[in-house]
């Protein structure tokens, strides 16, 4: 009487384990909850993103600061020896020669319109 008593309890136990199991499994299968883990996912996601982007960045102003000391950029030039950009020259799109004047130009620019019927 006693075994039969056990393996009656222990069938009961595992049934109820098992439809406790199964349950949860079919909440979590719901299109709400499915929608909500996919959107903590992309929170998520988008955090370590940033976090990342903040990291490239810091050591990106790190790396150009070693740069910049390591060639001498950071320093101001000898007295007298004052450096100056040259002048802005354009150059025509199809193998124009430059020239100082941005106002002339030996090539006609027009625009296309990638969106309108031929």
């Known amino acids: 009487m006693f075994r039969r008593t056990f393996w009656f309890t ?6 109820v384990w ?3 199991k199964v349950n949860r499994k079919l909440k979590e299968l719901t299109p709400e909850s499915l929608a909500a883990q996919a959107a903590n996912k992309a929170v998520e996601t988008g955090h370590r993103l940033k976090d990342f982007a903040l990291d490239v960045r810091a050591s990106m102003l790190q790396r150009e600061a070693e ?3 390591a060639l001498g950029l950071d320093a101001p030039p000898p007295a007298g020896q004052e450096r100056e950009l040259p002048a802005a ?6 193998g124009g020669r430059p020239t100082d004047d941005p106002t002339t130009s030996s090539f006609s620019y027009k625009t296309h ?3 309108e019927d031929h």
């Open 10 to 15: 222990a069938g009961a136990a595992a049934g």
């Open 18 to 20: 098992a439809t406790t």
């Open 67 to 69: 740069l910049g000391e």
């Open 89 to 94: 020259r354009r150059r025509a799109a199809l």
């Open 113 to 115: 319109n990638r969106n």
